[in-house]
């Protein structure tokens, strides 16, 4: 390649951020928060949460998706993320936009201490894990509700 040709392909390239990525990089850091969370609480979603027996003696380990809380937990946590991340797509009015983190804390979390007191304590570490995702979630849905009224109050 020739110089000039460098220069025309930096040309072309130049302004690749402004209409791709403006949507991203103009959305508040809770919708982030939010979103890693949803992933976070995929993943958890994924991990042993009991022991079942299969047969007689069996002992085998069983993710939360073969449970119905667990399809339950990542539904949610999946809608969360979706919408947190890609609402220019779906197009979910703003009222419901705000409100669906706090409905997905709360059935997550309830639906993971449920299972929880179901199993009578004999979980496995992705219980464990999902339910402290969920309630990270209730804490950062809180602490956005709070900011946001103390900055309503200001102004």
């Not at 464990?128 to 102004?155: G, H, I, P």
Request: aromatic share 18%.
């Amino acid at each position: 390649m020739s110089l000039p040709e460098i220069n025309e392909l930096g040309d072309k390239v130049k302004h690749w951020q402004s209409g791709e990525t403006s949507y991203y990089r103009s959305l508040p850091v809770k919708n982030y928060i939010f979103a890693i969370l949803s992933l976070l609480g995929i993943i958890t979603t994924c991990l042993p949460w009991a022991s079942v027996t299969v047969g007689f003696y069996n002992k085998a380990i069983a993710v939360g998706l073969h449970f119905f809380k667990g399809w339950i937990n990542f539904l949610c946590f999946l809608i969360v993320f979706c919408i947190m991340l890609f609402n220019r797509h779906i197009k979910v009015g703003k009222m419901y936009e705000e409100k669906v983190p706090l409905y997905g804390a709360i059935v997550t979390s309830s639906l993971t201490l449920i299972f929880l007191v179901w199993k009578l304590f004999q979980v496995r570490i992705g219980v464990y894990l999902c339910l402290v995702d969920s309630l990270a979630f209730l804490f950062f849905v809180w602490y956005f509700k709070k900011e946001r009224k103390q900055w309503n109050n200001n102004t």
